[in-house]
């Protein structure tokens, strides 16, 4: 052991020597710093250690070159001096530290992290390759530090196909991974978009926009000339016919040349492809790289191992989303969806969105502005009609929440299942869905100016939704939510209604308790109905007026939650 620690103490000789002439440490600093690391090596050279003096040793060492880069930029001023062997040392000490660390302790996977964040931090790309490999070998099962070795490769070094091997070898070691899939199907797709950029970058065109650009070029062409005239020709001048060339004005000659050169540009481009070349780079076009190939692989494997997790089958939605030209496949993935999950809420909302998003679409306006858009006779920059966008709204709601009662209808719960009833979880996140939809829009049709049909519509809509989804498959937030929405919209007896539901005292005969909650629903709608025509009175007296409602006591709401 003191062989080994007398070797490492004269290999840093140079350093300490270096570090004496450039004046960042005086002898006797440089003699305590030879003191405490001689006595951190032997402690990490003891049969014995512990992983602490290995942690306090590299921060020792971490405080020690921080110091020496302060003294350094002071002694510097300003100007650049040459990189010395003391410059690198401090960090190539730390990296011997940590490997041997790792070998003392290699089962223990927080080590390892340890040392790949302090080679990345440190940008030692020449070493984080070889620990990302020796961490992995010990640890295969570890999915965030293939992630990292993997984004590492591709990130850093930009090397696609090292990052594809990790990936590929990481799902084959770990395939009930779900963040290496869906990572590994999102790189496939950044590397697409990144081969399209640069192509566009480079003024690389396909052979189809090359196409379509020449009839373009031509059709313009032969408009210009079936509509030029004599007039708009410029006559030259009599000075300059005896010239070789006809001096026109500068602003036609520049528009004609730059239109001439960049037409005559683009058609040799297109002509000097030769056949060969042409078949190559429909070759290129073709390949399933191009196509989308590997990121549909990918989805058909990953949906494959998870085809009951539809959040996890959600998220290569989310990621086709994120980038252009990829409706197709969107459509694709969306059908699978709605094939395996019929009665799952949030796919039903998503394309109840996706509905009045592209309803919208030919107005360019977003489902936020429409809401908000009113009449205003001095707004000259509008360039559309108020009253149409609120009906192509309102038809755009009608169609969403038609699509909502189609399913609620296919899931069977009409009529509504009493509470001994077994109800699958898609059921409740149906009629959740359902409800939370039509309040969201309710809201921003309420802090908009919008409609009075509208308005109309969906308070409508919310309460016979309300009036049908069984009181079993309510909670609390659903309800504070509903009470909270018809207050900002001023209609305190429908917030009472909801309110009074969940707030009944229980009644204590069996039989009230074992009620079905088809007759709770004919009560709630008799206390609606009821608030309607007593608009003036206080919720005590709309509660005394009607029979008392059944409800579960485990989703009752305490008194405070009332409005006022």
């Not at 007398?6 to 140079?14: A, D, K």
């Not at 077994?422 to 409800?435: M, Q, V």
């Amino acid at each position: 052991m003191a062989d080994r620690v007398q070797r490492v103490m004269e290999e840093m000789l140079p350093e300490l020597e270096e570090l004496e002439q450039r004046g960042v440490f005086t002898a006797t600093e440089l003699k305590s710093i030879i003191k405490k690391r001689e006595n951190f090596e032997y402690r990490i050279q003891a049969p014995n250690v512990d992983k602490l003096d290995f942690h306090r040793y590299v921060q020792y060492e971490a405080n020690v070159d921080l110091l020496r880069r302060t003294r350094m930029k002071r002694i510097a001023g300003g100007h650049t001096i040459r990189k010395g062997k003391s410059d690198f040392a401090g960090v190539d000490r730390i990296h011997r530290i940590l490997d041997l660390l790792c070998r003392r302790h290699r089962n223990d996977v927080d080590t390892w992290r340890q040392w790949i964040e302090f080679a990345r931090r440190t940008h030692s790309n020449h070493k984080l390759g070889l620990i990302f490999a020796r961490t992995l070998r010990h640890h295969p099962h570890e999915e965030d530090i293939w992630l990292k070795a993997a984004l590492w490769g591709w990130e850093a070094r930009a090397n696609i196909a090292a990052a594809r091997n990790l990936f590929q070898l990481g799902v084959r070691l770990n395939p009930r991974s779900q963040a290496l899939w869906v990572e590994f199907f999102r790189l496939e797709m950044v590397f697409l978009q990144k081969v399209s950029d640069r192509m566009t970058i480079l003024g690389i065109k396909t052979m189809q926009e090359m196409e379509q650009r020449e009839e373009e070029d031509e059709d313009e062409e032969n408009n210009d000339i079936e509509g030029v005239s004599t007039s708009d020709i410029p006559q030259p001048e009599e000075e300059s016919l005896s010239s070789d060339f006809l001096t026109f004005s500068a602003e036609n000659d520049n528009n004609n040349s730059t239109k001439s050169s960049s037409s005559s540009a683009k058609k040799a481009k297109l002509s000097d492809l030769s056949q060969d070349e042409r078949e190559k780079r429909l070759q290129f076009e073709r390949s399933p790289i191009m196509q989308g190939a590997l990121p549909k692989m990918i989805h058909k494997h990953a949906v494959a191992k998870f085809p009951d997790d539809f959040q996890f089958r959600k998220s290569f939605l989310d990621i086709y989303r994120m980038f252009p030209n990829t409706e197709d496949v969107q459509a694709e993935v969306l059908s699978s969806l709605i094939n395996d999950f019929p009665l799952h809420g949030d796919l039903h909302t998503q394309i109840a969105l996706a509905s009045i998003t592209t309803a919208l679409a030919p107005y360019n306006i977003t489902t936020e502005d429409a809401f908000e858009c009113k009449h205003d006779d001095n707004d000259a920059e509008r360039k559309y009609d108020v009253d149409e966008i609120h009906t192509v709204l309102l038809d755009a709601l009608r169609e969403a929440v038609s699509r909502f009662e189609t399913a609620v209808k296919s899931s069977q719960l009409i009529p509504v299942p009493t509470p001994s009833s077994s109800s699958s979880p898609n059921h409740l996140s149906l009629w959740r869905a359902l409800t939370l939809f039509l309040l969201d829009q309710l809201h921003m049709c309420v802090q908009g100016v919008t409609s009075d049909a509208i308005i109309s519509y969906l308070t409508d809509t919310v309460l016979s939704v309300l009036k049908r989804i069984p009181l079993h498959l309510m909670d609390e937030d659903m309800a504070i939510l509903s009470a909270n929405t018809f207050a900002l919209a001023n209609m305190t007896d429908h917030a009472r209604a909801i309110l009074t539901t969940f707030t009944q005292p229980p009644s204590t005969s069996s039989s009230s308790v074992t009620t079905t909650s088809s007759s709770s629903s004919s009560s709630s709608a008799t206390n609606i109905t009821s608030s309607k025509k007593k608009n003036k009175k206080s919720s005590s007296t709309m509660s005394s007026s009607s029979p008392p409602l059944p409800v579960n006591p485990l989703l009752r709401l305490s008194p405070s939650v009332w409005l006022k």
